[in-house]
């Protein structure tokens, strides 16, 4: 370990707080502002299409009586609510069909709870006058999804705590301080505020629970918070990753500061964030990825199918390896190996029709799902998702066998643009909103950078 990060005056949050103060838009590689664009439409595809998830009216009605004011858009809704409603009421929509792109190494869905909060923010700031450019929208997302990347990877611990929500809400106040251009000062005291309010158990995702999209929503509200009182002059804690209760402490217990922070602004971690072609937990996708390469090879169909076995890495146990149970919430289902796997096996593939209504209490679904197992593998690493190995068994005696590394959507086996917007059009399409709303708001992201005004992303994002 260098001397600089073993030294009792380290402080790793003021690291973090001065690549704030310091980044520019010209600091972005190309490939970090090309990969910016492309998740950033990616992410309000899923917030259109979210807007079909369980409750998403109940919430946006609750959100509406807490505060007066319409500062920011509800993405495929015509009401609008205070930009903090707005931030948790988007973030919810974003996370809830469980489409939305993930670092995984940090296992962290970083937009979800940061392109809310900038969005809302950016809004609110046009209205004063003050509007938020494209270049400085764009920097911002890099830099909030670097910061919660960062935090989430350097952990060498098992997941106790919700790291999309916990980790995304520190990324939201990375974004917004680089809005306001804040110095580094501040900014410590901002990560201190937010982390008074950091929020997030790993108990809803056992449950399948609808907390899990509304912790995400918590933390993007909790950063704007954050924000207005660290410019307002309240003051924070400094040492919140490393001291005596910091966030190494008490959510995570084992960290690697010292082989992530170098990468500070250097890599841009934009640019290693995975898409997700399937609304499922991104750690069944390589089920699905494998299943659909073994129908193309081996040309069977479902009724061929004697046996399917995953053997997978601890973390992917824990948190997919799940049973398949009879009548799954639709969270649960998402998350559940068996499941994912026998509905892929069924249609060839897996769409959001796949978690809700009587399909989830499909018997020949569940009857299917009974014959995949998954098991866990030697792998050491308490934090790895991949490899994961498949073998399907036909009833004719055919075997197929294949260990998945980098399942598609990942950044070295990326989605590619078509697929990109083909994914994006059906979001919006099942969001219910106007084909050529949708086109005018691809043309707009791909020209982000000489955008004046990134509110107006958000009116396209506004039913009509």
Known sequence: MSDRYSSPDFNPTRDLAEL?????YTDLSAAAVDTAKTFLLDTLGCGVAGGTGPRVDALIGAAGGWGEGGQATVWGDSRRLPAPQAALANGYQIHALEWDCVHEPAVVHPMATLIPALMAHAERRSAAGRPVSGRDLLLALALGVEIAAMIGAASKSVMKFFRPATCGGFGVVA????????????????FGIQYGQTSGTMQAHVEGSLL?????????RAGLSSIDLAMAGLTGPQQILTGMYGYYKLFETEHDIAGWWPKLGQQWQITR??????PSGRLTHAAVDAIQQARAELGFVVGDVQSMSASVPPLTHRLVGRPDIADPAPNYARLCIPYVSAITLIDGSCGPEAFAGSRLRDPAVHALAARVSVSLDDNPDVNAL??????????????????????????DNPLGRERHLNKFRKCWAIGGMPADQGEALIAKVDALEGC??????????ARQ
């Open 20 to 24: 704030v103060e310091r980044a520019r």
């Open 175 to 190: 974004g917004l301080g680089s809005m306001e251009r804040l110095d580094a000062a501040t900014m410590m005291h901002a």
């Open 212 to 220: 899990l999209g509304l912790q995400v929503g918590f933390n993007g």
């Open 273 to 278: 964030v995975s898409h997700k072609p399937f």
């Open 386 to 411: 991949w490899p994961q190995r498949f073998v399907i068994t036909l009833r004719d005696g055919r075997r197929w066998e294949r260990q998945i590394t980098t399942p598609i959507g990942h950044p």
């Open 452 to 461: 004046a005004d990134a509110a107006e992303l958000a009116r396209l994002l």
